[in-house]
């Protein structure tokens, strides 16, 4: 059988002995490797039972646990931050600045809105012309575009089709005496006012309903001016008597998928490009560290485990002795579990939405304490 190499009891670091050399050169962690090695070898039985390791082996597991413990933290700051990390820059480490939720990522998804509802946006609208022939009540849109060198396909907002607004007809009958007066305020130059035939001060109301009344005269008394829009396959009411144009508004379906996919080079797309980098080991403060340590031990007995699996036994004056193959390593995966786990819940409680509901129970449960407090009495 085979020399297993254990133990010595003893161990000095020096840089080039952990797998990435993450961390070699600092002297935070370089001060703490043989401590943990020291550690992790005594609670694993070192000196009353040989520890089948050597300081390699606790060197790298120290280095995996910090890195461990960077990972988790970051991945949190991410989650937390990651709209107002989506689009900075990739070159800049996140690490060790404070990150200041900002309004740029809301105020950029709102823009879609505002296209949408036409209220701004980030999407140029365009103007077309197009030629109605007389007789002719279906006009392709598609094949418009096309002709005008548009490629990709267009969006139609909007169609100019509508007569001039109501507000520019009130005059006479509308306006209820159908005795002319109006044109002849015109000629005092009173016509801009409401209607010449009424200067009592009206409430607004009686404007709108004047207005409307116009429109639902236009409506049913007079060939009504619409149009019928499916799959940009435009379709105008009444049939055109005389030939023309038509203005329309419209996206260009291209510039939408654009602005969807977005543009520029560095920036920060994806949470896989959001720029942390491995914490700085001294930087970590007394609990992390004991983390640390803790989760260093479940590598170190996970990684004993596997050692001492391949040798199931071994022989002893007179006998043969079993390893706990089994116990270390169902101990190792419960406690590596048990840490990852009150970790997240730790950065969880830390959240800005749970603080921000924790302060909340704070001022409540305050103002509930404070109603007990017996009030003054003010003699006067």
């Not at 009686?206 to 236009?218: H, P, R, S, T």
Request: proline share 4%; charged share 20%; glycine share 8%.
């Amino acid at each position: 059988m085979a020399n297993i190499v254990t133990w010595n009891g003893s161990s000095t670091f020096a840089s080039g002995q952990t797998p990435f050399g993450f961390y070699d050169s600092d002297t935070a962690f370089q001060s703490d490797a043989d401590k943990v090695a020291s550690f992790c070898a005594q609670r694993l039985g070192y000196p009353l039972m040989d520890v089948e390791l050597q300081s390699g082996s606790f060197y790298a597991c120290f280095e995996e646990a910090v890195t461990t413990y960077g990972n988790e933290v970051f991945q949190y700051k991410i989650r937390e931050n990651y709209l107002s990390l989506e689009g900075a820059q990739t070159g800049s480490s996140a690490n060790g600045k404070l990150i200041i939720p900002t309004l740029d990522r809301y105020i950029q998804i709102s823009k879609n809105y505002g296209t949408e509802a036409e209220v701004g946006g980030n999407i140029t609208k365009y103007t077309g012309s197009l030629a109605l022939t007389k007789g002719v009540q279906t006009y392709d849109l598609d094949a418009w575009a096309t002709s005008a060198g548009v490629t990709g396909g267009i969006e139609v907002r909007r169609v100019f089709y509508q007569a001039p607004p109501a507000i520019l007809r009130y005059f006479d009958p509308y306006a209820g005496t159908g005795t002319g007066i109006q044109s002849l305020m015109d000629a005092f130059d009173f016509g801009s006012y409401s209607p010449g035939v009424n200067f009592l001060l009206m409430p607004a109301s009686y404007d709108a309903l004047k207005v409307q009344a116009i429109e639902f005269n236009d409506q049913i008394r007079r060939s009504a001016y619409s149009f019928e829009l499916v799959n940009n396959r435009l379709r105008i009411f009444p049939v055109p008597t005389d030939s023309g144009s038509l203005l329309f508004e419209y996206y260009k379906s291209s510039d939408k998928s654009n602005a969807a996919i977005g543009s520029g080079t560095g920036l920060v797309t994806n949470v896989g490009e959001v720029p942390y980098s491995n914490p700085t080991y001294a930087n970590i403060n007394s609990v992390g560290r004991q983390w640390v340590y803790r989760y260093t031990l479940a590598l170190a007995k996970e990684l004993l485990a596997y050692i001492r699996g391949k040798y199931q036994t071994v022989p002893v004056p007179g006998s043969e002795a079993t390893l706990n193959q089994q116990d270390l390593l169902a101990d190792s995966r419960a406690e590596k579990t048990e840490l990852l786990t009150n970790l997240r819940e730790m950065l969880e409680q830390t959240s800005r939405q749970a603080q921000l509901e924790r302060k909340a129970n704070e001022g409540d449960s305050l103002r509930r304490t404070l109603t007990d407090v017996p009030y003054a009495i003010y003699v006067g």
